[in-house]
């Protein structure tokens, strides 16, 4: 009961606060994701098949050397291709394999060179979207996504921006008190708010080389949140 009379009182000389900021800045890179699918009588032959087409793919999109800075491409799925038959005199084909396969590009961000690289991507046999089943509300559903990966000035710069906005809340609840702030107690939970949930397109994981994206070529927005409790002064 000591124990908790003492914390007691020591609250009643405190104030805590949360302190909000966000920052707004270009971003510094875009990522556009695209699509190879190719299927075949074997799975030799959809693998051989999604070569290639992966091959001319990513040829024709380095070929945009002022805008593409690197290509990444991953296989999503190796199975069954799905077939549709919507009227019960079509006759339903045997199976076969197909390959599907993610090209994730890291571009400059310019989006009239952006535009140019889908265009080189589709023109040369890729996809803006494969078919799945699976959805998710957090899904990005843009083709392209602008990240900021030179965080570091940013986050700092958020950080402070956060605490000096602690520090005025403090000041106003104390004023109401008829008291004044003084140092900082404790300096509880912080943390910069990006893409919350795991990052997926159309359905699948999507791991961008930054947490700090958006579908916004102009600005991606950086926001940070801190806990603050300080001492009051008479």
Not at 204 to 218: L, S, V
Request: with cysteine; aromatic share 4%.
């Amino acid at each position: 009961m000591l124990a908790f009379s003492s914390y007691a009182a020591d609250r009643e000389h405190t104030v805590s606060v949360t302190g909000k900021a966000e920052v707004k800045v270009k971003p510094d890179a875009a990522y556009i994701t695209l699509y190879a699918r190719a299927d075949g009588i074997l799975m030799v032959d959809a693998v051989k098949k999604a070569d290639q087409l992966t091959s001319e793919i990513t040829a024709a999109i380095k070929s945009e050397t002022n805008t593409v800075k690197g290509v990444t491409v991953v296989d999503i799925s190796l199975g069954e291709k799905k077939n549709e038959v919507w009227r019960s005199d079509q006759k339903e084909e045997a199976p076969r394999p197909e390959v599907a396969r993610r090209i994730q590009i890291a571009c400059k961000p310019d989006s009239a060179g952006i535009y140019e690289v889908i265009d080189k991507g589709l023109r040369a046999g890729a996809l803006m979207q494969v078919p799945s089943s699976i959805r998710y509300s957090e899904d990005i559903r843009s083709v392209v996504v602008y990240g900021l990966e030179q965080s570091s000035e940013v986050l700092e710069r958020a950080r402070k921006l956060a605490m000096d906005n602690a520090r005025s809340e403090a000041d106003k609840s104390a004023k109401l008190a008829g008291k004044k702030v003084g140092e900082v107690v404790t300096i509880g939970c912080s943390g910069s708010t990006h893409w919350n949930m795991p990052m997926r397109v159309m359905g699948m994981q999507a791991d961008f080389p930054t947490e700090h994206i958006g579908t916004n070529p102009k600005e991606i927005t950086i926001s940070h949140i801190v806990a603050v409790t300080y001492e009051l002064k008479e």
